[in-house]
Every structure is written in structure tokens, then in C-alpha cells.
């Protein structure tokens, strides 16, 4: 059984585990710089950091006080 943390998880489990929509997490990408794209052919995909999942909880809590 492979138990290691993956270094960065996918724009879909990211707005899962900081309780958010997607649409809402690609809009605090955009405008913070967070994230980071690799595209596979036609597919295109943003992958974060769990360093960078963070900072956006960090921004998040600064935008609602």
C-alpha cells in the first residue's frame, strides 16, 4: 500500500478540502498567482501546492474580516 502525500493535488480536491467551489477557487488562483497549470494534449488541468492551498485559506479568512 503506497502511503505517501502526494506534493499536489488537483484544482477538484483542492476546492474540496478547503470547502469551496472550483469556480471560486480558479478565481483566487487568478488573481493571487497561486497554482500552477500543466496541460496534456487538449486537456488542461491546475495543481496546487498544499503550501499554496494555505496562502488561499490565508486570503480567504483576510477577504471575509
Known sequence: MNSQVPKY???GRAALLL???E???SRLSNESGLGHRECAGEQEETFF???ELRK???LTVHQVN
Request: aromatic share 6%.
Open 9 to 11: 493535488v488537483t484544482q
Open 19 to 21: 470547502g469551496i467551489s
Open 23 to 25: 469556480d471560486e477557487l
Open 49 to 51: 501546492t498544499y503550501e
Open 56 to 58: 488561499i485559506c490565508m
